[in-house]
């Protein structure tokens, strides 16, 4: 019998793949039929259609009664249900771009856990900005997987409390569904048992369908654009160490022609996330407004806060500032490479090809890395502000 000694064993390795590194968005993704399985997509898809077949009756209810609400100038109750429909519109976009995408969204998480692999050869100083980097990435994780999940929570544990609360009351309680709407067909008998119990556990199950997939496509946003910024980083460091610690001239070379590919290597990563994540962030700048607004405007008709839909209008602010903080994080680190290109001890070797290629890599560094909606809106703070400008203004609009 063999015995194997401690020096046999495989160390750990400290960094692991997409999947291990960022395991809550990943669960999310795969969960809501999103994760980029290029041999899956078809049954990914039909999956998703029979669940959305299976809600068609909430659906169809939802959309008699916005039109019914549109048509009796019940303009509260349109407001309510015009802040939902952002969010279905929002997941029905979401849902089929991604199944639809799946040939360039897989290759952009391949390319995250062959560079966390990587970075298990690398020294100590670069595991650092690794260190750094994947915690401002799991913040990002984090807070997609809490806003949608509050949230989505927070519609059936409010009617549920209320009604807890007045049955202990009174045995003449009023009966609240998770969103309360009038039901086609059925309104003589929508408060009734067991129809009610029914219907509130049915709409529960919507609840449960549209939290991962606010959490996982939202989240790897957040986790693509961070894992940029740390490749624009580690370019910096490695040209930056290359200057300090080559010996010989040659030495010297073979570094900057390493930095270069990795230059090239972190543009052809911008034009990935920019061609999985573009078409979805126009969808979130044109629907976002829209629902800030119909919330100030339900604040506006109540004349007090409701907590659920007012809640609602804190996400849907958080749900725009997420996305444009970390796109213009990326957008300033970006900026700041060419300076730090600049910075390195260059002129101690006084090189001429070295030189030559150092101002090739600032030249192409110096262009920024935007993040835009399909090439029609620019993602950063700008955008953020101008957005709570537009919905206020419209508010004043339609409260006019």
């Not at 299976?54 to 169809?60: E, H, K, N, R, S």
């Not at 790897?220 to 040209?239: E, G, P, Q």
């Not at 444009?324 to 090189?351: F, G, M, N």
């Not at 030249?363 to 890395?369: E, I, L, T, Y």
Request: charged share 20%.
């Amino acid at each position: 019998m063999e015995i194997k000694t401690s020096t046999d064993v495989t160390p750990e390795k400290k960094y692991k793949g997409f999947n291990e590194t960022f395991k809550l968005c990943a669960f999310s993704l795969a969960f809501a039929f999103l994760y980029p399985n290029r041999t899956t997509a078809m049954k990914r898809c039909v999956t998703i259609t029979a669940i959305v077949t299976f809600c068609g009756g909430q659906l169809f209810w939802f959309i008699t009664y916005t039109f019914k609400c549109l048509y009796t100038l019940d303009i509260y109750n349109f407001a309510r249900n015009m802040t939902l429909a952002v969010v279905l519109v929002l997941f029905f976009i979401k849902t089929y771009y991604v199944i639809y995408a799946t040939h360039k969204f897989a290759p952009l998480l391949d390319k995250i856990s062959e560079d966390l692999s990587e970075a298990n050869n690398l020294e100590e100083e670069f595991q650092t900005l690794y260190d750094e980097h994947i915690k401002i990435a799991k913040v990002g994780e984090i807070s997609w997987l809490l806003i949608p999940t509050i949230m989505s929570a927070l519609f059936p544990i409010y009617a549920g409390t209320l009604m807890t609360i007045e049955s202990i009351q009174t045995d003449d309680y009023e009966r609240r569904m998770v969103h309360d709407m009038d039901l086609l067909f059925v309104e003589d008998i929508q408060s009734e048992t067991p129809f009610f119990q029914c219907m509130f556990a049915y709409n529960c199950v919507r609840c449960v369908v549209l939290v991962p997939n606010y959490c996982g496509f939202d989240g790897s946003f957040c986790i693509a654009t961070t894992h940029l910024r740390l490749k624009l980083k580690l370019l910096a460091l490695k040209v930056d160490k290359a200057f300090k610690n080559s010996r010989t001239r040659h030495e010297l070379r073979m570094k900057m022609n390493e930095a270069i590919i990795d230059h090239q290597d972190a543009l052809d990563f911008y034009v990935q996330l920019q061609n999985v994540y573009g078409p979805w962030l126009f969808a979130v700048f044109m629907l976002t407004s829209f629902m800030i607004s119909f919330n100030l405007y339900q604040i506006y008709l109540l004349q007090r806060i409701d907590p659920k839909y007012t809640s609602f209008g804190v996400v849907g602010v958080l749900h725009i500032y997420l996305p444009c903080h970390y796109a213009s994080e990326l957008t300033k680190t970006s900026e700041e490479t060419p300076l730090d290109l600049y910075a390195v001890q260059w002129e101690a070797w006084a090189d001429n090809e070295v030189t030559k290629l150092l101002i090739f890599m600032i030249a192409g560094a110096q262009k920024g890395m935007i993040v835009t909606g399909m090439d029609l809106v620019v993602f950063d703070m700008e955008l953020f502000k101008s957005i709570l400008q537009t919905s206020f203004s419209f508010f004043n609009l339609i409260t006019a």
